[in-house]
């Protein structure tokens, strides 16, 4: 097991902003992506944003994009997700996950194609 811890969550009003950090024991460039995800009370897990580790390619859900930009370090073996603009409906438990072999960025999108994930962080937008 590789553990992946999330913090940065929390309670924020609609438009404000929040900061997501994924801490990794193990050096970011060893995995092929680290991807976060959320999930809603009822909802399917769903894929939010990822990067990938080598090069730092980035790719977005269409609700991110414009709002949320996903980043990495690799000294601090760390991965952040930076939400602006958020909405109520981006209430959920935020997860972080890796994968370790090359794949698509269709299949990048899919929770079951990751290896590890963390124990989540709760996002609450709320007035």
């Known amino acids: 097991q590789v553990p992946l811890v999330e913090s940065g969550g929390g309670l924020v009003e609609p438009g404000g902003s929040l900061r997501l950090s994924c801490e990794a024991s193990?050096?970011?460039?060893?995995?092929?992506?680290i991807g976060w995800f959320h999930q809603a009370p009822g909802k399917e897990r769903e894929g939010v944003a990822c990067i990938t580790g080598r090069d730092g390619t980035t790719y977005y859900a269409e609700s991110a994009k414009g709002r949320f930009t996903i980043s990495r370090d690799n000294a601090e073996n760390a991965v952040y997700l930076q939400m602006n603009s958020l909405k109520t409906e981006d209430t959920a438990i935020y997860y972080c996950?890796?994968?370790?072999?090359?794949?698509?960025?269709?299949?990048?999108?899919?929770?079951?194609?990751?290896?590890?994930w963390g124990q989540g962080t709760q996002v609450t937008v709320s007035s």
């Open positions: 996950a890796v994968r370790r072999a090359p794949t698509t960025a269709t299949m990048l999108r899919l929770p079951d194609q990751y290896d590890y």
């Open positions: 193990k050096s970011t460039l060893d995995y092929y992506a």
